[in-house]
């Protein structure tokens, strides 16, 4: 069972530059989530996604867009990518409050 | 969103029980207490999850008191591989994906021989 898959797992990017990180579960769950965690610290909420077509922001929202694109996949865009979104970025998803995450995206930004 | 305080971090040597607790003063009716663990490099996984009391697994026990406004988990006799960072997280789990289900800083444990 693959679980929470993402892509892609390493990436280094630009100031400036634009990338989407994608997320898809195959678990048929209506709950997926965004978190980005900085070296030595805890995860903090982008965005999130309560069923297909909805999404509300999280504790760090700025600089971040998100989508919805069915209820499979939860994709995660930096229009203008800075130094400060250096983190890595984990895809969760959920039905009855369990998260399950995915192997994280290393993202580096110069 | 209800708000989580742990202690930083803790030390223990192996075979010890290990209790963490995480204050969470502001939990609602409908909010569940779940705990999770992460090694580095690698995202959260579940640990345990209640709504008061006291439950059990194969690998911690979670007590609940009754104002709910804390709890404890409870890691028997731990071993070197339990190092890790353990999470509380309060959010309704009705499985409505409502609620914005937000991480404290969680607890360092190291585990020594």
């Known amino acids: 069972n693959a679980g929470v898959t993402q892509t892609p797992k390493f990436q280094v990017l630009k100031t400036g530059q634009s990338m989407t990180l994608q997320c898809a579960q195959d678990m048929n769950h209506n709950s997926m989530y965004w978190y980005r965690q900085d070296p030595g610290m805890g995860l903090r909420l982008i965005y999130y996604s309560a069923s297909e077509g909805t999404t509300d922001k999280g504790e760090v929202p700025n600089g971040y867009n998100v989508s919805r694109l069915n209820k499979r996949e939860f994709s995660l865009r930096l229009e203008s990518a800075a130094p400060s979104q250096t983190s890595v970025y984990f895809c969760?998803?959920?039905?009855?409050?369990?998260?399950?995450f995915g192997e994280g995206s290393r993202l580096t930004v110069l | 969103l209800a708000k989580t305080t742990q202690p930083i971090s803790m030390d223990s040597y192996e075979g010890q029980e290990v209790n963490i607790t995480c204050s969470h003063n502001?939990?609602?009716?409908?909010?569940?207490i779940t705990w999770y663990q992460q090694f580095p490099s690698q995202g959260p996984r579940f640990i345990i999850q209640g709504y008061k009391t006291k439950v059990t697994n194969e690998v911690a026990s979670l007590f609940i008191p009754a104002d709910r406004k804390s709890s404890t988990l409870s890691l028997p006799r731990v071993s070197l591989s339990d190092t890790a960072v353990y999470y509380c997280l309060v959010g309704d789990m009705g499985g409505t994906g409502n609620t914005p289900l937000v991480f404290g800083k969680g607890t360092r444990l190291s585990v020594i021989a």
């Open positions: 502001n939990i609602a009716t409908n909010d569940y």
């Open positions: 969760a998803s959920s039905n009855t409050g369990e998260l399950f």
